[in-house]
T-cell receptor, first 112, second 114 residues
Framework: AQSVTQPDIHITVSEGASLELRCNYS??????LFWYVQSPGQGLQLLLK??????LVQGIKGFEAEFKRSQSSFNLRKPSVHWSDAAEYFC??????????FGAGTTVTVRA | DTAVSQTPKYLVTQMGNDKSIKCEQN?????MYWYKQDSKKFLKIMFS???????INETVPNRFSPKSPDKAHLNLHINSLELGDSAVYFC?????????????FGEGSRLTVL
C-alpha cells in the first residue's frame, strides 16, 4: 500500500527563521518524490522533485529537500523564511502504477 | 497569459442541479487531469485524459462525467449535485507521466452546493 504522511498539520515560524517540513512515505520501491506549494486561492506549484542521484535537491524560491532512504523521508527546508512563504505545502509520491499520492498538507504561517 | 485556466472560479448551486466546469491549457501538454480538494485540503485525483483518451478513472460517482473535445480542453460535468460535492476542483496538465512529471494546476473552481 502506498501512503504519504506529513506529520505536522500546522507550523508557525517567524520571518527570517528556518523552516523544515516533514514528509514520510511508505513504498516498496524507490519512489519519485515531489513537493508542491499552494498559496491562498491558487493552484499548486511544483517546488522541487527527486527521482535519483544526489539526495539533496534544490528547488525554486530558495527551498531544498533531502531524500533519506533509511528513514523513508523527504523533508523540505528553507534557511530563512519570507512572509510570502505562508502557504500550504504538499508532499507527493509517484508510484509505478502511474499514479501520484499527495500527503494531507502542512499549513505554514509566517509571523512578523 | 494563463497556462491552465478554469471557469468558473466560483459556483454556488442547489442540490439536484447539473453544472459544468471548463478547463483549457495552452502549454501543449498531452495529458490533463481533474483533482478534487476537500474541506480538509486533501487532494484526490478523479480523472485523467491523454490525447482525448481516458486513462485514469478513480472511484468517482457516475454523476461525474469528464469530456475532452481536444487535448487542450478537459471539461467536468456533474449531474444531480449533492452536498458532498462541495469542494474545490482543480484542473491540471502535464507533458510527462503523472507519477514522474510536473503537474501544472489551474487556480481551482470552488463549488458550493446548498
Amino acid at each position: 500500500a502506498q501512503s504519504v504522511t506529513q506529520p505536522d498539520i500546522h507550523i508557525t515560524v517567524s520571518e527570517g527563521a528556518s523552516l523544515e517540513l516533514r514528509c514520510n512515505y511508505s513504498y516498496g520501491a524507490t519512489p519519485y518524490l515531489f513537493w508542491y506549494v499552494q498559496s491562498p486561492g491558487q493552484g499548486l506549484q511544483l517546488l522541487l522533485k527527486y527521482f535519483s542521484g544526489d539526495t539533496l535537491v534544490q528547488g525554486i524560491k530558495g527551498f531544498e529537500a533531502e531524500f533519506k532512504r533509511s528513514q523513508s523521508s523527504f523533508n523540505l527546508r528553507k534557511p530563512s523564511v519570507h512572509w510570502s512563504d505562508a502557504a500550504e505545502y504538499f508532499c507527493a509520491v509517484g508510484r509505478n502504477d502511474y499514479k501520484l499520492s499527495f500527503g494531507a498538507g502542512t499549513t505554514v504561517t509566517v509571523r512578523a | 497569459d494563463t497556462a491552465v485556466s478554469q471557469t468558473p472560479k466560483y459556483l454556488v448551486t442547489q442540490m439536484g442541479n447539473d453544472k459544468s466546469i471548463k478547463c483549457e491549457q495552452n502549454l501543449g501538454h498531452d495529458t490533463m487531469y481533474w483533482y478534487k480538494q476537500d474541506s480538509k485540503k486533501f487532494l484526490k485525483i478523479m480523472f485523467s485524459y491523454n490525447n482525448k483518451e481516458l486513462i485514469i478513472n478513480e472511484t468517482v460517482p457516475n454523476r461525474f462525467s469528464p469530456k475532452s473535445p481536444d487535448k487542450a480542453h478537459l471539461n467536468l460535468h456533474i449531474n444531480s449535485l449533492e452536498l458532498g460535492d462541495s469542494a474545490v476542483y482543480f484542473c491540471a496538465s502535464s507533458q510527462e507521466a503523472l507519477n514522474t512529471g510536473e503537474l501544472f494546476f489551474g487556480e481551482g473552481s470552488r463549488l458550493t452546493v446548498l
